[in-house]
């Protein structure tokens, strides 16, 4: 099933094989998607690329996802945007600051199959 409004999603993801699955299965969807493989690099991208929604992975390289989502809902074209923490830690085990910074779901990758985010990205954007 093609997704119509062509959204765009950024997955900030250190891992190759994983960002590179994401990307693979949201584009077959339709979308139009932008890859970093830190933080830092996608607080770049997010102001660039503009995306409908962000899928973060917390723990990586040079900025964590909770360090890119503090400064992204810092700025002005950042304080709303969509975000899905997708990540290994467990909800008990994530950084307290996310308690305070609004994100559309968290989800624990082992808990979940790459083709149930992309049905969770639908749900959020539709």
């Known amino acids: 099933m093609q997704n119509d ?11 190759d094989a994983i960002r590179n699955l ?7 969807e ?3 998607t ?11 991208e ?10 973060l992975d917390l723990r990586m390289p040079v ?13 002005d074209w950042g304080s709303s945007m969509r975000v899905v923490i997708l990540t290994n830690i467990s909800k ?11 994100v559309d779901r968290y989800v624990v990758k082992v808990h979940h199959t790459p083709t149930q985010v992309v049905e969770m990205v639908k749900e959020i954007l539709s």
């Open 46 to 55: 997010a102001k660039t690329f503009a995306p409908d929604l962000i899928l």
């Open 5 to 15: 409004s062509n959204h765009k999603i950024l997955i900030v993801e250190d891992d």
């Open 22 to 28: 994401y990307t693979m299965k949201l584009q077959r």
């Open 92 to 102: 008990s085990e994530a950084p307290h600051s996310l308690r305070f910074l609004r």
């Open 30 to 32: 339709g979308f139009t």
């Open 34 to 44: 932008a890859e970093a493989c830190n933080g830092s690099h996608g607080l770049k």
């Open 63 to 75: 900025m964590s996802g909770d360090e890119m989502l503090i400064r992204l809902r810092e700025t």
